[in-house]
């Protein structure tokens, strides 16, 4: 047995932590035991994770996109330490305090104009969550509870939780599982591929046409503006955004953006939606919003919305997680907020991306790959098959890079401070990946 210590050092007691790690620890989307066994990490720093054995990787993934600074980051560790001297957390339920007033009034002030409303979620499923529920109690209070589905895209991903999940994909997404439990939502064609794509007329007829059938059903419409996530790692054009707007503006129906995967610079943009000049309604973040620190996520509304909902049935929106604007992650958030305003991360995505362009070129000729995309801190390469997970890994590990290849994809979305001579190493795991999977 492990002793209950506070560290494990030797490659010995590590041996026996993986054991136990396989029989009674669950992994996300995996069985148990999970195949092939996860890699220790001993420490990170910077854009590298450290393994039990020795072995230092360059992170590719930002920690699943959120660890946009790095790993022990000066500034952020000490907010962290700061906070912790005060309080580490407080219900927010009748209480209130600095942080989380703080971290609202930062978000208000670089989200786009007319959001006034912050409401803060333990994670991004529970914050898309909260959006659903928004456009719910808003139809409610306005007397048209036939009101009670959303449009959304196919090809979408919002999250793990019932309520998200049922805006996921409901055939190419990966909770068709739960097909016949889940709300059923009205779903239009996947946005065409393509960030400088045109309009196409055949699409926007078709989403035209689901607005007019469903126009007394919809309480609102999600979509992760430009880049759809864990469904496909696709990118559409800024116009099929400003069309949702149009069509939303047209039938008086809320926008909801989920900036959960783009928010914080990832496309470029401090958000995704500025690629199209759009202003949502509700806006949810989260996995960047922290660094990569904490769990933290939040929603956000116009004032039209929370006056509805504030008196409408019950007078309050009916969401409360326990641990809501956690004070760590709330000062945390801050300090990476403020990283951001301070540092030029718009000239670091901008050079990430020329890289990543330069060092995924030779991908495109390989046999079995079917496209190679880049945008902002984003690169993707599409195989003809789904990917051989461990022979994919194995090449990226041998050239000291973690990546997490799924489905038919390889992609990479490295953190901001990832240098010139890491990002080659990165696209080089990548072909050598793509080259074997």
């Not at 912790?84 to 927010?92: E, I, Q, Y």
């Not at 104009?113 to 139809?139: N, P, T, W, Y």
């Not at 059923?184 to 591929?193: G, K, L, N, T």
Request: glycine residues 10%; proline residues 5%.
């Amino acid at each position: 047995m492990i002793s209950r210590r506070t560290r494990i050092d030797s490659l010995t007691d590590w041996a026996q932590l993986l054991e136990l790690d396989q029989k009674r620890v669950w992994h996300p989307y995996a069985g148990i035991p999970v195949t092939p066994p996860s890699l220790p990490v001993l420490s990170a720093d910077g854009v590298r994770l450290r393994l039990a054995d020795g072995r230092e990787l360059i992170d590719g993934m930002s920690s699943w996109w959120c660890a946009i600074h790095g790993y022990k980051q000066p500034r952020l560790d000490e907010a962290l330490r700061e906070q912790l001297d005060r309080m580490a957390h407080v219900m927010f339920g009748g209480l209130t305090h600095e942080p989380a007033v703080a971290l609202a009034q930062r978000l208000l002030a670089i989200t786009p104009a007319g959001l006034e409303h912050v409401f803060f979620a333990d994670s991004g499923s529970v914050s898309v969550e909260v959006a659903i529920k928004m456009c719910l109690q808003r139809s409610r209070a306005r007397g048209e509870e036939r009101r009670s589905r959303l449009l959304t895209v196919r090809g979408g991903y919002h999250g793990d939780t019932f309520g998200a999940m049922a805006v996921c994909d409901p055939v190419g997404g990966m909770h068709r599982l739960f097909t016949g439990v889940l709300a059923e939502h009205v779903f239009a064609p996947r946005p065409p591929d393509g960030f400088n794509a045109r309009l196409q007329p055949d699409w926007a007829g078709a989403v035209r046409e689901l607005f007019e059938r469903h126009a007394e059903e919809l309480a609102g419409v999600i979509v992760e503006p430009i880049v759809q996530g864990a469904g496909g790692m696709r990118f559409h054009s800024p116009e099929c955004l400003r069309l949702l707007r149009e069509l939303c503006d047209d039938h008086g129906l809320p926008l909801v953006a989920d900036e959960i995967a783009t928010g914080f610079g990832r496309t470029g943009v401090l958000f995704a939606c500025e690629h199209a000049g759009v202003r949502p309604d509700v806006m949810c973040v989260g996995k960047a919003l922290t660094g990569g620190y904490m769990t933290l996520a939040a929603t956000l509304c116009t004032g039209e919305i929370a006056r509805a909902i504030s008196n409408g049935e019950g007078g309050a929106l009916m969401h409360g997680p326990t641990f809501m604007a956690n004070p760590l992650a709330c000062a945390v958030a801050l300090a990476s907020l403020e990283l951001l305003a301070d540092g030029d991360w718009r000239q670091r995505v901008l050079r990430i991306e020329s890289q990543l362009r330069a060092g995924l070129a030779p991908a495109r000729e390989l046999p079995g790959v079917s496209d190679v995309r880049v945008l902002g801190a984003i690169g993707v390469v599409e195989l003809e098959h789904e990917v051989d997970l461990a022979r994919a890994s194995a090449a990226a590990l041998a050239q000291g890079v973690w990546l997490r290849p799924f489905r038919e994809l390889i992609y990479a979305m490295p953190p901001y401070v990832t240098g010139s001579d890491e990002v080659a190493a990165i696209t080089g795991a990548m072909v050598a990946a793509a080259a074997v999977a």
